[in-house]
């Protein structure tokens, strides 16, 4: 290895990373991340690797990875190696492998997505939403876990949101002691705010950026199942999807069928996949899925290779934008329309 690409202060969004291996034409990335669980000294940790694609490793690839982690004796570290990555720009140094220099690239960590979600939706039309005469107050909840920079930086200063819309913004090792888990169980700050009546859209996100909850006001909860079937219904909200064209829908075999609805209607197929979203990377990688989804509460396009709960949130602003209806009309409108699906884990 010749090239580290970091982000800067040490944080990516699992989202952010697969925009960077896509753009950069990296040969994969490593994420270090306890997903939706409880983090600190007591809590857990993983390690996610992604491929070329910016997708999960495949089951070969992983299985081939552990195959050689039983056969390793010894490694090496570099202690003296010293990287500043709160500067940005590229560090070089002289270690004993092939590649001289090796380089160190500390990067923004939302530049590169932030220029990814320009070109898919329509910013003036979620700012007007959220700055304009009839404008919608949000909330937002990070979690404490890597999205705060995100979400300051697009919802907040790019779109216009007030900087008291995002909450737990401020990345922590122990996510302040809670689980980030963008649910009822866990997201309790945001469903107490939303409850109150004073914000009309509100949603969380898990500890890396790929997992997300959407509430209405009165904390009006939309399921993962439901969501995922309202976005494939106003795809044509999004400017991307009408530039590309839809191909077709993948869920996970625990998914709820109301995708399924929506695409009879749409004349487009569904894929049903097993657990894991390794097994969209192939159907869009081969154009047949252009949009996906698990009960788990992740959600992504063809635009990336992994679910992406940023990307969600404004897909749903841009429904609330073009439709001029609240979150609970919009669901309840679809339920009239499509049938209702009751899901429970």
Request: with cysteine; net charge neutral.
């Amino acid at each position: 290895i010749g090239r580290l690409v970091i982000g800067q202060n040490g944080i990516l969004s699992t989202p952010a990373v697969s925009c960077i291996i896509r753009k950069i034409k990296a040969a994969g990335g490593i994420i270090l991340t306890a997903s939706h669980s409880p983090g600190g000294p007591g809590g857990e940790f993983g390690v996610k690797f992604e491929v070329a694609n910016g997708g999960p490793a495949p089951d070969m690839v992983s299985d081939k990875i552990y195959q050689i982690s039983k056969t390793l004796e010894e490694y090496a570290i570099c202690p003296d190696l010293r990287v500043d990555l709160s500067r940005l720009g590229r560090q070089e140094f002289d270690l004993e492998n092939k590649f001289k220099p090796f380089r160190v690239e500390i990067v923004d960590s939302v530049d590169i997505y932030l220029n990814l979600l320009r070109s898919i939706f329509d910013f003036n039309a979620i700012r007007n939403l959220l700055t304009g005469p009839n404008q919608i107050k949000i909330r937002i909840d990070a979690m404490n876990g890597v999205m705060g920079p995100y979400v300051r930086r697009i919802l907040c200063d790019e779109l216009g949101a007030p900087a008291n819309s995002a909450i737990n913004c401020i990345p922590l090792e122990d996510f302040g002691g809670q689980p980030p888990d963008p649910n009822l169980t866990y997201a309790t700050a945001l469903l107490e705010a939303m409850r109150g009546g004073e914000y009309g859209f509100g949603a969380a996100f898990d500890a890396d950026g790929d997992r997300y909850m959407i509430l209405g006001q009165n904390g009006f909860f939309v399921n993962a199942s439901d969501s995922l079937a309202i976005i494939a219904a106003n795809l044509s909200c999004i400017p991307y999807f009408c530039q590309m064209g839809v191909r077709g829908f993948g869920r996970s075999m625990p998914t709820s069928t109301a995708l399924d609805k929506v695409a009879k209607v749409m004349k487009v197929p569904v894929y049903e996949t097993p657990a894991g979203w390794r097994y969209f990377s192939n159907l869009m990688d081969s154009g047949r899925c252009s949009l996906c989804g698990e009960e788990s509460f992740g959600t992504g396009s063809d635009h990336l290779r992994e679910k992406d709960g940023l990307w969600a949130v404004l897909v749903w602003l841009s429904i609330l934008a073009a439709r001029k209806q609240s979150v609970e009309e919009i669901v309840r409108d679809h339920w009239a329309k499509f049938g209702r699906h009751y899901y429970c884990r």
